[in-house]
């Protein structure tokens, strides 16, 4: 069965950071590519990061400088570190692994980022 739980949201004010933790189970973790997804009120959920295989990573332009995808294959995780947070960063955030460039099916309950004075 595969699960993909995320946690490490929060409410921060505009400047600060957090690290978003996504485990999951019922996949080779390792065999993947992974991504973070942000669904940020009225709108769809969209890729903003994602790490290879290999550990190389992409982002949003928005995100570059900003924000490190990492992953440890031991434990199964996927990381979100992110600094300088701005209030458009705000949203719910999800991980997922893809096959062929598309996200699985499978959506854990997201974890909430709320940036704000």
């Known amino acids: 069965q595969v699960q993909l739980v995320e946690s490490g949201g929060g409410s921060v004010q505009p400047g600060g950071s957090l690290r978003l933790s996504c485990t999951t189970s019922?996949?080779?973790?390792?065999?993947?590519?992974l991504g973070w997804y942000r669904q940020a009120p009225g709108q769809p959920r969209a890729l903003v990061a994602r790490?290879?295989?290999?550990?190389?990573?992409n982002y949003i332009n928005s995100m570059k400088g900003r924000f490190t995808i990492s992953r440890d294959n031991a434990k199964n995780t996927v990381y979100l570190e992110m600094n300088s947070l701005k209030p458009d960063d705000t949203g719910v955030y999800y991980c997922?692994?893809?096959?062929?460039?598309?996200?699985?099916?499978?959506w854990g309950q997201g974890t909430q980022v709320t940036v704000s004075s």
């Open positions: 019922g996949i080779s973790f390792e065999s993947y590519v």
């Open positions: 790490i290879s295989t290999f550990g190389v990573t």
């Open positions: 997922n692994y893809l096959v062929y460039d598309v996200p699985s099916n499978y």
